[in-house]
């Protein structure tokens, strides 16, 4: 009934992450997808809480996909990849709401139909490395959060750019 993608883990093993077009609520940004009526709606993220089993389906913006979820290494907060503005940039979820990591006009999503891509991962000094298309350019990268600076690192790639990417340690 559901599309339900892109799960992750959290550190814990207590919850997954998920991609979902799952309503947030009854008076949430969408309505979730209603084959019935051939509605379908955006992607948002949803958690998993395995101890309960139930679902919670972050807000996310009416307009938006969201995509990609990933927790840190601490598993204290939760990264995604959204186009809410326009442009596939990287935001966080903490209890304090949504926050965008560094809002620029570059890609760090991935086309959809493509499973099992990831365009960041978690260094173990805070960081994040990046796989990005800017100006028509893959790109890579290592942006900290919280200071809204990137690195970009000067590497030979292909017209293809960085497909897969992860990180060990």
Request: charged share 20%; hydrophobic share 35%; proline share 7%.
């Amino acid at each position: 009934r559901f599309a339900d993608l892109q799960p992750a883990w959290s550190p814990d093993g207590r919850s997954i992450a998920f991609a979902t077009d799952r309503a947030a609520g009854p008076d949430s940004a969408g309505y979730g997808t209603d084959f019935q009526r051939l509605r379908y709606s955006q992607l948002r993220i949803a958690i998993f809480d395995l101890a309960s089993g139930q679902i919670h389906v972050l807000a996310g913006e009416p307009n938006a996909k969201h995509i990609d979820p990933q927790y840190s290494a601490d598993g204290k907060s939760l990264y995604y990849v959204s186009d809410r503005t326009g442009w596939w940039n990287l935001y966080r979820h903490a209890d304090s709401g949504e926050e965008p990591l560094l809002p620029m006009e570059a890609e760090f999503g991935t086309p959809q139909w493509v499973f099992g891509m990831a365009t960041y991962a978690f260094l173990g000094d805070e960081r994040i490395a990046c796989a990005y298309t800017k100006d028509g350019m893959p790109r890579l990268g290592l942006l900290t959060p919280g200071a809204g600076t990137i690195e970009v690192l000067e590497v030979s790639r292909g017209p293809d750019g960085f497909s897969n990417l992860r990180a060990h340690g």
